[in-house]
């Protein structure tokens, strides 16, 4: 019996009530005249999913019935925001949904506010996978994300005496409106155990005797494209233990064993790891790693494909994209599912290997490179550990055969290395395996490979590819900035916003003067909305008519939020010591939002210098509140679409080569923020698009970092020979900004003086250099917003659709969908 979907409420204020008063009654069981605003945050959520579902119903039987082939996302992070004003506007609903809480006596702002981000993810990899599946979805690309449903994401940032404690993100303590369980659709997944060899008729063959297992449980959200209909899926995975109770061990008494093994399975999908660039090497995220890739890789196979599908025609169907090594256990599991469960040849296995893979990287740090040791793998993987050697032993042949027995570069290129003890190398297997390799910006792949991969490029000439990342202009123009995109809409007609490209039209308008009013205009109340925000959350104050100058991104060495306090301690220096008159000062309120890794104790210790330098700089009289230090705590996407449309001034400046690609960047630079930046990841191809009359270049460029570590850096002669340099670091050193305590930050400065890993001395003097630059532009208030016109005009090429676009031309050859 075919039975369609239940069409969709109609699309009236009335049709909306009504469907609303129907979910807060019999889906929270309240009348509206009792109903708390988690009741009414629920049933509006209820609602918008109410007018998704038809279409995703259908969608989702279309995937399963179309020969189309998609794009399976693994990623272990997603971070997604907020839910409700994405879907509204991607359904066509935000005014009617607004005019129907009217109706109700509700106002809408109360129940946005009530709605807890998912934080499934710790900074850009994780964004930059929402954006992905965003742009899929709009784009009518058949794409289903798989990952994680961790039930405590990113922690929550707080600041006590100014340093960082985290708390527990609990955010689905209410219930979570936007996911469908089906504990129905549960995977068991297996670990440990041993191999044994049999005789399977004359050939011997090695099969996996596992000893332990849990259970996935997949939860689906709902993955709207905009106004186009379309809803695609993110299928995230929870762990449970097999059964609730184990019935021997409760038959036999042992109640307390079989809830231990409760507890230990749900540990599996407990908690994100908030480490984004030291891999600790620890057995639960090689466990949540395999947990979510040997799940998904089963639900497409057994549930997503039709029955009976021909094997051999799998590349045609799908492919695999493996967002950074963190899935790349995907690529084993793979292998033993075809060559074990399904029989296949060895051979005519890797070869469908090799073309249902493809790897992104995302990091040029070694330490961020991911390595399992041999070890571990064995314990908890065994039979997937002989896979990968043998992978390695047939690769490794190979590389005989082009390059001769160089054995230098036999153990360059071998997925195991010996030292410092014998582990996986996930990146080379993940380079191995895939059909593709890409970079996430130009500079960044080509970093990847000539430093990174050097072996691997030159034995793969045609894997390596660049994908310039890109941001959903949805969430970041539209949904951040709506007094701009109506600014935009007005000059441009309505098509930019899948179109972003359209923004070159803004070009010719920025040479008119009433149109650089009204886009002041919009910046200034975009400031104001974010004083209000900031205000409210955190009772701070910004002052009218100041720059804002903004850095938000995690923290870390690498990016150098160090520079940007050394530029604030300088100007405050100036001033206190007199040489400088307050008066003479460009008015600025620096923003800093930034986690740390709670392991990473020098960032930590950077936040507590940011604090008290903040809590000095901003009491002191002599500064006549010139300068101001902000630094609300957990910054998230939530803060991010308010800080991101209020910023003058963009701060992008990692260490040239270190940074692969940054999205803050490209957001900030298309809401209108002119960038203070290095030549580091896409930095690079912003400031050839907006020109360099638009944007801030300073410090050393990737080449002349090689050349500077290659002569030998001594960073105390910067500090000896720059006056402001040394001037700023003794009073961090003197105490002033620890209440006369010299050893709070003597690690930071003895850091700097005699390491200095990222070169913050190096840089410095280019640095106050450029920002004396943006000074003297800042004056000109005219031309400053001319420039900011023009950054938004030339930047439409950081679309993620367009990203989307480069992925489908140069790795997965997806065909164009219908729409
Ligand atoms: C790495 C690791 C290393 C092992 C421990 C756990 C863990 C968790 C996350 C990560 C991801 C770090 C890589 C990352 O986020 N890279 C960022 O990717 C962005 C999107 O491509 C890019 O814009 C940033 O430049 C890059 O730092």
Redesign the pocket.
């Known amino acids: 019996l075919a039975i369609a979907p239940v069409p969709s409420p109609p699309s009236s204020v009335d049709g909306f009530v009504k469907q609303f008063l129907l979910n807060l009654n019999f889906d929270r069981g309240v009348a509206l005249s009792e109903s708390s605003v988690t009741d009414q945050y629920f049933a509006l959520a209820y609602t918008v999913r109410d007018y998704l579902m038809a279409r995703w119903l259908e969608d989702q039987k279309r995937q399963r019935d179309t020969q189309a082939k998609g794009v399976c996302y693994l990623s272990a992070?997603y971070l997604l925001g907020r839910q409700l004003d994405n879907n509204l506007l991607a359904s066509r609903l935000t005014d009617v949904a607004s005019e129907a809480m009217a109706q109700c006596g509700i106002d809408i702002e109360a129940l946005r506010a009530e709605e807890v981000e998912p934080g499934l993810g710790?900074?850009?990899?994780g964004r930059?996978a929402a954006c992905f599946i965003d742009s899929l979805a709009t784009m009518s690309v058949p794409n289903i994300g798989y990952g994680i449903r961790y039930e405590y994401g990113i922690f929550r940032q707080t600041f006590v005496d100014g340093q960082q404690v985290e708390q527990p993100d609990a955010w689905l303590t209410y219930g979570n409106p936007w996911e469908f369980p089906h504990p129905e659709a549960a995977q068991t997944i297996w670990f440990g155990g041993y191999t044994e060899t049999y005789d399977d008729g004359g050939v011997t063959r090695s099969r996996w005797i596992p000893g332990w297992s849990v259970v996935a449980v997949p939860y689906n959200y709902m993955v709207p494209g905009y106004h186009n209909g379309r809803v695609n899926t993110l299928r995230l995975w929870s762990a449970g233990a097999t059964s609730s109770f184990d019935l021997r061990e409760f038959n036999s008494g042992d109640y307390q064993e079989a809830v231990r093994a409760q507890v230990f399975a749900e540990n599996i999908s407990k908690v994100l790891?908030p480490?984004?660039?030291?891999?600790?090497g620890k057995e639960l995220?090689l466990q949540q790693q395999y947990f979510f890739c040997a799940a998904s890789i089963r639900d497409f196979l057994d549930n997503v494909l039709p029955e009976g599908f021909d094997l051999e025609r799998l590349p045609e169907r799908v492919i695999f994209q493996l967002n950074?090594t963190?899935p790349v256990i995907a690529v084993p599991e793979f292998m033993r599912i075809l060559v074990d469960e399904r029989g296949m040849e060895w051979d005519a296995a890797w070869a469908l290997t090799q073309q249902c893979f493809a790897y992104t990287c995302?990091?040029l740090l070694p330490e961020?490179l991911?390595v399992w040791s041999v070890d571990l793998l064995g314990r908890l993987l065994p039979r997937h550990l002989e896979i990968i050697y043998r992978i390695n032993e047939e690769f490794l042949l190979e590389v005989r055969e082009k390059f001769g027995d160089d054995e230098m570069r036999i153990r360059n290129m071998s997925i195991i290395s010996e030292f410092p003890q014998r582990s996986v190398r996930m990146a080379y297997l993940a380079t191995v395996a895939g059909a593709k390799v890409n970079g996430?910006a130009e500079l960044h792949s080509q970093l990847l490979r000539d430093k990174v991969l050097p072996d691997f490029s030159e034995f793969y000439p045609d894997k390596f590819t660049n994908v310039t990342?890109g941001v959903t202009p949805r969430r970041f123009i539209r949904l951040a900035n709506p007094a701009l995109a109506d600014l935009i809409t007005e000059a441009l007609g309505a098509g930019w916003t899948v179109d972003l490209e359209r923004l070159r039209g803004l070009e010719a308008h920025a040479e008119d003067p009433e149109f650089r009013a009204r886009f002041a205009e919009v910046k200034a109340a975009n400031k104001r909305r974010l004083s209000e925000v900031l205000w409210h959350r955190d009772r701070f104050e910004v002052s009218d008519g100041h720059l804002l100058d903004v850095m938000v991104k995690r923290l870390h060495e690498y990016k150098r939020q160090m520079l940007k306090l050394l530029h604030i301690v300088t100007l405050y220096e100036r001033v206190a010591s007199g040489r400088v008159a307050a008066s003479d000062l460009t008015p600025r309120t620096f923003i800093f939002g930034a986690k740390a890794a709670p392991g990473y104790d020098m960032a930590k210790r950077i936040i507590h210098l940011i604090n008290s330098v903040g809590s000095v700089v901003n009491a002191d009289p002599v500064l006549e509140g010139r300068l101001k230090v902000l630094f609300p705590p957990n910054y998230n996407v939530t803060l991010a679409e308010r800080v991101i449309p209020a910023a003058d001034l963009s701060e992008q400046i990692s260490l040239a080569g270190k940074?692969?690609?940054?999205?803050g960047n490209m957001k900030f630079a298309l809401n209108g923020a002119l960038t203070i930046g290095t030549d580091d990841?896409a930095n690079v191809e912003i400031r050839e698009l907006v020109g360099d009359d638009n944007f801030f270049l300073f410090g050393q460029t990737e080449p002349e970092v090689e050349a500077l570590w290659a002569r030998g850096y001594r960073p105390a002669e910067f500090y000896r020979e720059n006056d402001d340099l040394r001037r700023a670091m003794d009073l961090i050193a003197s105490g002033a900004f620890s209440g006369g305590d010299r050893s709070v930050f003597e690690p930071i400065m003895s850091n700097l003086l005699y390491d200095d890993r990222f070169m913050v001395l190096a840089d410095y003097a280019s640095y106050i250099d450029a920002q004396e630059r943006v000074d003297a532009a800042y004056q000109d208030q005219d031309a400053w917003t001319r420039s900011a016109i023009l950054n938004v005009a030339r930047c439409g090429f950081f679309s993620s659709d367009r990203s989307m676009r480069d992925y489908i031309d140069r790795i997965w050859h997806t065909p164009p969908a219908p729409a």
């Open positions: 992070e710790n900074g850009g990899l930059l790891y480490e984004d660039s030291t891999p600790q995220r950074d963190h995302h990091t961020a991911e996430v990342n940074e692969a690609s940054g999205t990841g």
